[in-house]
């Protein structure tokens, strides 16, 4: 997933506001309140300000780091982008990509876990300070999947570069955290399968991977560099990924009563969830495909899969079309003698964005000259896909020109290996060392970005149940409707003529 697609999002949000995250007017009224707070959040913050004051503030030990994040590059790890550029693996085969990383991490000094949270592709590497782990304890994300095309598979979102821009960014602390003698620590979450279910961030954060990091900083390939405003949301809608099973029994075709025929049972699912669609909000975008249906046409299928993705503006009501979902693969189940198992396999929600670390990113963007600056802000997106991990630890997507292609295409492939992107990565690398430099050596930033956050998240609960309160009317109505029946049957005072 890439902020492009929230670039697109944001376009046809523009239409009916320019202001807020929210995208129906349910969300944009029960959130009237909770954007009032936000707005007198930032006023009283000022993100710019701050921002600006560190990123044009002379401090040598910062332009230390940066020059040396650059001589890492040009040195080896631009090197190691293009190889893992030219040698795409696919989400949870990224073996050679995470060979190489973490070798890589382990000669800098990093103790390296591999297949943490039961992923043979993720991993961990941390570091601590000679001087102690007192201090902040400072993330980045490294991701290293591929994508699948029809001419196999390529490196069309870059994600290539993501490890080694982090490792760049991560040496050159290291090496001025010793120096200098600073507390703290530094982990690098390896992190794969961004691109293919389930998300292995979600995971993560459910086995508590991310527990203990301050912050944690991204990189992601970009057409231009653009930071968010602050709040909750997400690029792509609110998505549950879920699988419905249908088991039967199987038969000769012949004598097929004998059977209880799955794929049946998958179709009538199917059209159900058709039917059910002028009941749910227009916003709805409910997408699903038959992978298994059967083998033979001389067996009575007993064995199918519907696979659906779910999406909708808010968690709230998506839940409302779920629930819906699942009562209709019952049903079908229930009709045709078959049983169903429903997985859900993914869930993305809404994530925090906190314009302290945002406003840093593209101040330094600035600073820095990266090409593609867009003055106008994106909507809060979170900077991770799956939501929790942003709702949790405060951090940021650092998106700077790395190609003159959109997202996912062979276009942008091939300016990973060009100037384009060597220029884009070099900056991304830069960008991500100095907001953890200003994170580890200014208490105020600090300061600023834990009471932003935790206020933000605690503002995202409140809003949420505003959205349970003002839906209440109609995803209620089933309970309501139970309740208007067990009132009808009382007899109706009429009126003797
Ligand atoms: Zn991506």
């Not at 929210?22 to 710019?48: C, G, N, V, W, Y």
């Not at 696919?90 to 073996?95: D, M, T």
């Not at 940021?396 to 060009?418: K, L, P, W």
């Amino acid at each position: 997933m890439s902020r492009a697609v929230s670039i697109v999002a944001v376009a046809l949000t523009v239409v009916t506001t320019s202001v807020c995250a929210q995208t129906t007017d349910t969300e944009r009224e029960a959130a009237s309140s909770i954007l009032r707070r936000i707005d007198s959040l930032e006023a009283r913050l000022k993100p710019t300000d701050m921002a600006q004051r560190l990123a044009t503030r002379t401090d040598p030990a910062r332009d230390r780091v940066l020059a040396r994040v650059a001589a890492l590059w040009s040195g080896e790890l631009q090197g190691v982008s293009d190889w893992i550029g030219h040698h795409p693996e696919v989400g949870w085969h990224e073996f050679q990509a995470v060979d190489t990383l973490t070798a890589l991490l382990r000669k800098y000094g990093f103790t390296v876990d591999t297949g943490v949270a039961g992923m043979p592709t993720a991993f961990t590497a941390t570091w601590t300070s000679p001087a102690g782990a007192t201090g902040p304890t400072l993330g980045l994300i490294a991701e290293y999947d591929a994508l699948r095309g029809t001419q196999g598979d390529f490196h069309g979102d870059q994600h290539n570069a993501q490890s080694p821009v982090a490792l760049a960014a991560a040496r050159a602390l290291l090496e001025q955290m010793t120096q200098d003698k600073v507390p703290g620590r530094i982990i690098v979450y390896g992190t794969p399968a961004e691109e293919v279910d389930p998300p292995a961030k979600q995971i993560l954060w459910a086995a508590g991977v991310f527990k203990g990091a301050d912050i944690l900083v991204r990189s992601h390939s970009s057409v231009e560099a653009r930071r968010d405003r602050p709040g909750f949301g997400v690029c792509c809608l609110n998505i549950d990924a879920v699988k419905y099973t249908f088991t039967g029994r199987p038969a000769h075709q012949l004598t097929a009563w004998n059977g209880r025929n799955a794929l049946e049972a998958a179709v009538q699912f199917y059209s159900a969830v058709d039917h059910l669609r002028s009941t749910w909000r227009p916003e709805h975008r409910v997408q699903g495909v038959i992978p298994e249906g059967g083998i033979a046409p001389n067996v009575v299928p007993d064995h199918t899969v519907v696979d659906y993705f779910i999406r909708f503006p808010d968690e709230v009501y998506l839940e409302h079309i779920a629930r819906m979902m699942d009562d209709a693969a019952q049903g079908a189940a229930q009709m045709t003698g078959t049983e169903v198992a429903i997985t859900r396999y993914g869930e993305y929600r809404d994530g925090v964005t906190v314009a302290t670390l945002e406003e840093l990113f593209f101040a330094y963007a600035k600073k820095l000259g990266a090409p593609g600056l867009q003055e106008e802000k994106g909507r809060p997106a979170g900077y991770e896909e799956t939501g929790p991990v942003s709702r949790d630890v405060p951090g940021v997507s650092i998106t700077v020109r790395s190609s003159a292609f959109a997202n996912h295409t062979y276009g942008m492939r091939d300016d990973t290996f060009a100037d384009i992107g060597h220029k884009g990565f070099v900056i991304d690398a830069q960008i991500e060392a100095a907001v953890l430099y200003d994170f580890l050596t200014s208490a105020e930033l600090r300061a600023a970005v834990r009471e932003e956050h935790k206020t933000l998240a605690g503002l995202q609960g409140e809003y949420l149940n505003a959205l349970r309160r003002v839906y209440a009317p109609e995803i209620g109505a089933d309970t309501a409707l139970s309740k208007q029946s067990r009132a009808d049957m009382t007899v109706p005072k009429v009126q003797r003529p």
